[in-house]
């Protein structure tokens, strides 16, 4: 937590740098980095007040179903939606979606398509068509700046750590099983009202 905090201010000055540069690909390819670095701190200072044990849910009522599309629909990613049954539930909407937005980003970034999410209830489901989770997430969980298997590619390691803490925080559970068909399977449960 002390280090992303030493970074942020020089890496505010490299970003409002990199906006002053000429347009052009060198500054492109400037900008992309930089962009990197600053996700990676924040993702940085979100682990460090997670695992603080300081955050607390702002809970409020939402149906499930319309949730689900709104944190696919920020994401921009092509993810097939499935819905067996619609309920409302009393979660955190913002910590909803990082949840999901991670498990959707770890799908594509790790495993292969289609990538589904199907809500059944107070469960959502997230599967890929890849080479499934590595056992040693499916033994341990997730584990920060670790990705656990080269054939899931390259990564911090932070996104599932932080869909965890944030699945945590609002009382939910969060589970990491292959699917029998092959691929990822990541369950989160919502708690009852």
């Given at each position: ?7 942020r ?33 924040e ?47 009393r ?44 056992d ?24 599932l ?33």
């Amino acid at each position: 937590a002390d280090v992303a905090h030493e970074l942020r201010t020089p890496l505010t000055g490299l970003v409002t740098a990199a906006e002053l540069l000429p347009p052009g690909r060198p500054t492109q390819l400037v900008q992309n980095r930089v962009q990197a670095l600053r996700a990676l701190v924040e993702d940085l200072l979100e682990v460090s007040r997670l695992d603080a044990d300081v955050e607390s849910p702002d809970l409020s009522a939402v149906p499930l179903e319309r949730a689900v599309r709104r944190t696919v629909t920020l994401t921009g990613l092509d993810v097939r939606i499935g819905i067996t049954s619609d309920q409302e539930v009393r979660t955190d909407l913002r910590r909803l979606d990082r949840i999901l937005g991670n498990l959707l980003l770890n799908a594509h970034r790790h495993g292969a398509g289609p990538v589904e999410l199907h809500v059944d209830g107070r469960r959502i489901t997230v599967r890929d068509h890849g080479p499934g989770y590595p056992d040693d997430l499916l033994d341990h969980g997730p584990q920060r700046f670790r990705t656990n298997a080269p054939e899931r590619g390259r990564g911090h390691g932070l996104g599932l750590t932080i869909a965890t803490g944030h699945t945590r925080v609002i009382g939910a559970t969060l589970t990491f099983a292959n699917h029998p068909a092959g691929g990822a399977l990541a369950t989160l449960t919502l708690p009852p009202d």
